[in-house]
């Protein structure tokens, strides 16, 4: 290979997914490993060595890492965080206790919210006031700042969380507070709510703060240790970590900003599921993607991923832009059980790396979904992983036996009943996905990645209704794939409330100062001028409403005509999303968004030789719709033309397809394969 190589990575509870682009070539190939959850550094640098050896690259040529990491995320989910405490305003020490009185179960009769990350004895007041306006009401009281300062270092707190009332609107308190602190507490992380979401919310601003203070160390660690085993390997590489809206940043931001990598894995998949939707001429995708943990779904709809700009992560709000996911645990590693009623349960708990499905012959002993799928036949067990890592029926079977004891079924039924309550939990994720939006998935195809997704995908589209599911290549490292081809994305926003009518020149100012913020921002990446682009967006809702819609903007246009066109798409939106419009009501903006983007270079891809081989590589019975019937197995690195008809298991290197019958496959001239399910008469 020449030199210039750039690598893109996405670390999954399971196995780490590896992309590698050959700039001078434009070959892709793909690579899979298992993790490493003890440090996934370990398993990140041990790939690439390995994907080098495999591929004949040298690591000092690659020019880029880009990587999605689950480290932030898997913190919050284990409480694996720093001992943190909070610096608010006097008065409102209790905020995150008090929380939002929203039910997120209506049918439960008791509400258990997750606890505080902060316990109330960490929380502590100035007195300070800003209005909403702005304007100081009460001058901060800095020696009261000192003394809290006090009280947290004989704490021993390792972070701490500036959130102030009214903070977006003038941040010089905060500010000033976080100086202080800085000076009395070295070492110390410290994060600013003006900084990191400067936006109205109180509880949501400190909640967004509070995880950015306390991911700070675990980041921080993490992106020291991978730095050193980068700069002994590959020294002058540039490594960027996947943001949750789908970009990139630089490790500094990274470290400073942890907040922003709570979805960094799963948005890669989201990120390369827009990108076909332009290659294939699909506009409307449901994008899924089951790997060893978890099942992502992602919508694109008239050739756009919707972003929101708040999410949450084990029920704690997080007020920054992400890429709209659902997220369940389902997935090849999700271990089956049966409950105190005697029904057949699927996850959320996973086998993961190690051990792993009890096939994996790594000492699990629960029944996954991988096992199942084994037992059914659905997966070759000399195939798996292109032959590198054999599976074992019998260890499945075993571990089988006590459910199908539990059940009162044969091993193969009770293999078959995971699959079957796999796949409803699975299309019930799509249907709350579309259904959320107004949206019906008999308008959309099914994009299935990931390498547990193949032999689901089928079935699952049949149970909503879709007829065309599409499986791209490289499908089982797509969430890679899609990072392979991101950019640099810096968010920015500022809370503007008023009426939209009358926030023109307000508008244009506060984007004039955006766009100043932005530019600086992608100069300090190194980005040259001319492949900056400036995405703009407004939050709005009619007045009263308690929440907002993002619509987005084709420029920063704030002129009457510009207004005009933001009302129109804000209505339009409205009506899809509710059913309903209301043309007559004035529209409030809310906060203006602006996604300030950094183009990096993107060699196109080179097309891959077919293998000389027999496509055909025989048969064995798999479990369908009338129990084991003899199915064919193809080799996809060797179709040519033609077409397969289901029942068929298609194979290829890191992830097999199955076909049911009534279904039809063929490779499309992308190098995608087509499965259609055919009328019945």
């Given at each position: 290979m020449d030199a210039s190589i750039r690598i893109a990575v996405d670390i999954g509870g399971t196995f780490t997914d590896i992309e590698v682009l050959d700039a001078g070539s434009g070959r892709i190939h793909q690579f899979k490993t298992p993790s490493t959850p003890e440090d996934p550094s370990i398993g990140l640098i041990g790939g690439i060595r390995a994907a080098a050896e495999r591929f004949g690259f040298d690591v000092g040529d690659v020019e880029h890492i880009l990587h999605g990491t689950?480290?932030?995320?898997?913190?919050?989910?284990?409480?694996?965080?720093?001992?943190?405490?909070?610096?608010?305003?006097?008065?409102?020490?209790?905020?995150?206790?008090?929380?939002?009185?929203?039910?997120?179960?209506?049918?439960?009769?008791?509400?258990?919210?997750?606890?505080?990350?902060?316990?109330?004895?960490?929380?502590?007041?100035?007195?300070?006031?800003?209005?909403?306006?702005?304007?100081?009401?009460?001058?901060?009281?800095?020696?009261?700042?000192?003394?809290?300062?006090?009280?947290?270092?004989?704490?021993?707190?390792?972070?701490?969380?500036?959130?102030?009332?009214?903070?977006?609107?003038?941040?010089?308190?905060?500010?000033?507070?976080?100086?202080?602190?800085?000076?009395?507490?070295?070492?110390?992380?410290?994060?600013?709510?003006?900084?990191?979401?400067?936006?109205?919310?109180e509880y949501e601003r400190l909640s967004t703060t509070v995880l950015n203070a306390m991911l700070m160390p675990v980041v921080s660690g993490y992106t020291d240790r991978l730095c050193e085993k980068v700069a002994t390997e590959a020294p002058d590489t540039q490594v960027y970590l996947v943001q949750s809206n789908g970009g990139v940043s630089g490790l500094a931001k990274a470290g400073r900003e942890p907040a922003r990598l709570l979805l960094s894995g799963p948005s890669g998949g989201a990120a390369a599921a827009r990108r076909l939707s332009a290659a294939l001429g699909e506009p409307n995708l449901v994008a899924v993607d089951m790997g060893g943990t978890s099942f992502d779904v992602s919508?694109?709809?008239?050739?756009?991923?919707?972003?929101?700009?708040?999410?949450?992560?084990?029920g704690l709000p997080v007020r920054l832009p992400m890429v709209e996911m659902r997220t369940i645990g389902a997935g090849g590693g999700s271990i089956a059980w049966v409950d105190e009623s005697g029904r057949l349960r699927i996850g959320p708990h996973s086998?993961?790396?190690?051990?792993?499905?009890?096939?994996?012959?790594?000492?699990?002993?629960?029944?996954?979904?991988?096992?199942?799928?084994?037992?059914?036949?659905?997966?070759?067990?000399?195939?798996?992983m292109g032959g590198a890592m054999p599976l074992d029926p019998a260890l499945a079977q075993s571990a089988a036996e006590p459910i199908a004891t539990a059940l009162g079924l044969p091993r193969d039924e009770t293999a078959a009943?995971?699959?079957?309550?796999?796949?409803?939990?699975?299309a019930m994720a799509i249907r709350l996905s579309l259904f959320e939006k107004g949206l019906d998935p008999e308008d959309f195809a099914l994009l299935s990645f990931g390498g547990a997704g193949g032999v689901h995908a089928c079935e699952v589209a049949e149970d909503l209704g879709?007829?065309?599911?599409?499986?791209?290549?490289?499908?089982?490292?797509?969430?890679?794939?899609?990072?392979?081809?991101?950019?640099?994305?810096?968010?920015?926003?500022?809370?503007?409330?008023?009426?939209?009518?009358?926030?023109?020149?307000?508008?244009?100012?506060?984007?004039?100062?955006?766009?100043?913020?932005?530019?600086?921002?992608?100069?300090?990446?190194?980005?040259?001028?001319?492949?900056?682009?400036f995405v703009w967006s407004l939050d709005l809702r009619y007045l009263g409403q308690a929440f907002d819609l993002n619509v987005t903007l084709d420029a920063a246009d704030f002129?009457?005509?510009?207004?005009?066109?933001?009302?129109?798409?804000?209505?339009?939106?409205?009506?899809?999303?509710?059913?309903?419009?209301?043309?007559?009501?004035?529209?409030?903006?809310?906060?203006?968004?602006l996604a300030s983007v950094g183009r990096l270079a993107k060699p196109e891809k080179g097309q891959g030789k077919a293998e000389n081989r027999e496509a055909k590589a025989g048969s064995r019975p798999v479990w369908g719709r009338k129990g084991y019937v003899e199915t064919a197995i193809w080799q996809r690195e060797a179709l040519g033309s033609g077409t397969v008809q289901g029942p068929a298991i298609i194979e290829?290197?890191?992830?097999?397809?199955?076909?049911?019958?009534?279904?039809?496959?063929s490779l499309d001239a992308s190098g995608a394969l087509l499965a259609r399910r055919i009328p019945a008469n």
């Amino acid at each position: 290979m020449d030199a210039s190589i750039r690598i893109a990575v996405d670390i999954g509870g399971t196995f780490t997914d590896i992309e590698v682009l050959d700039a001078g070539s434009g070959r892709i190939h793909q690579f899979k490993t298992p993790s490493t959850p003890e440090d996934p550094s370990i398993g990140l640098i041990g790939g690439i060595r390995a994907a080098a050896e495999r591929f004949g690259f040298d690591v000092g040529d690659v020019e880029h890492i880009l990587h999605g990491t689950t480290i932030a995320t898997n913190a919050v989910l284990e409480r694996k965080l720093p001992k943190g405490a909070i610096v608010t305003t006097a008065g409102f020490e209790d905020l995150l206790q008090i929380g939002r009185h929203g039910r997120r179960d209506v049918y439960a009769i008791t509400l258990s919210p997750p606890p505080p990350l902060v316990p109330r004895s960490l929380c502590f007041g100035v007195p300070e006031r800003v209005g909403a306006d702005g304007q100081v009401q009460v001058p901060l009281a800095e020696p009261a700042v000192r003394a809290v300062a006090t009280r947290l270092k004989a704490a021993g707190v390792r972070a701490v969380a500036v959130c102030l009332l009214h903070a977006y609107a003038n941040p010089a308190h905060e500010r000033r507070v976080g100086a202080i602190l800085a000076e009395e507490l070295p070492g110390v992380a410290i994060s600013l709510s003006s900084d990191i979401s400067p936006e109205m919310r109180e509880y949501e601003r400190l909640s967004t703060t509070v995880l950015n203070a306390m991911l700070m160390p675990v980041v921080s660690g993490y992106t020291d240790r991978l730095c050193e085993k980068v700069a002994t390997e590959a020294p002058d590489t540039q490594v960027y970590l996947v943001q949750s809206n789908g970009g990139v940043s630089g490790l500094a931001k990274a470290g400073r900003e942890p907040a922003r990598l709570l979805l960094s894995g799963p948005s890669g998949g989201a990120a390369a599921a827009r990108r076909l939707s332009a290659a294939l001429g699909e506009p409307n995708l449901v994008a899924v993607d089951m790997g060893g943990t978890s099942f992502d779904v992602s919508v694109v709809s008239n050739g756009s991923i919707a972003m929101v700009s708040e999410g949450d992560v084990d029920g704690l709000p997080v007020r920054l832009p992400m890429v709209e996911m659902r997220t369940i645990g389902a997935g090849g590693g999700s271990i089956a059980w049966v409950d105190e009623s005697g029904r057949l349960r699927i996850g959320p708990h996973s086998a993961g790396a190690r051990p792993g499905p009890a096939c994996y012959s790594h000492g699990g002993r629960d029944l996954t979904v991988t096992d199942a799928n084994l037992i059914l036949g659905r997966l070759g067990a000399e195939s798996f992983m292109g032959g590198a890592m054999p599976l074992d029926p019998a260890l499945a079977q075993s571990a089988a036996e006590p459910i199908a004891t539990a059940l009162g079924l044969p091993r193969d039924e009770t293999a078959a009943g995971v699959i079957a309550v796999t796949n409803s939990s699975l299309a019930m994720a799509i249907r709350l996905s579309l259904f959320e939006k107004g949206l019906d998935p008999e308008d959309f195809a099914l994009l299935s990645f990931g390498g547990a997704g193949g032999v689901h995908a089928c079935e699952v589209a049949e149970d909503l209704g879709i007829g065309r599911v599409i499986f791209p290549p490289h499908a089982s490292t797509l969430s890679a794939w899609g990072i392979l081809w991101s950019d640099i994305v810096h968010d920015l926003s500022t809370t503007e409330i008023g009426l939209l009518a009358q926030a023109g020149p307000r508008l244009s100012a506060t984007a004039a100062r955006l766009a100043r913020e932005g530019e600086r921002l992608l100069g300090e990446d190194g980005v040259p001028e001319t492949s900056r682009d400036f995405v703009w967006s407004l939050d709005l809702r009619y007045l009263g409403q308690a929440f907002d819609l993002n619509v987005t903007l084709d420029a920063a246009d704030f002129s009457a005509e510009g207004l005009k066109l933001a009302a129109e798409r804000f209505h339009a939106l409205h009506r899809q999303r509710f059913s309903y419009d209301e043309p007559g009501t004035p529209i409030e903006v809310v906060t203006l968004r602006l996604a300030s983007v950094g183009r990096l270079a993107k060699p196109e891809k080179g097309q891959g030789k077919a293998e000389n081989r027999e496509a055909k590589a025989g048969s064995r019975p798999v479990w369908g719709r009338k129990g084991y019937v003899e199915t064919a197995i193809w080799q996809r690195e060797a179709l040519g033309s033609g077409t397969v008809q289901g029942p068929a298991i298609i194979e290829e290197v890191y992830t097999s397809s199955y076909i049911p019958e009534g279904w039809v496959a063929s490779l499309d001239a992308s190098g995608a394969l087509l499965a259609r399910r055919i009328p019945a008469n």
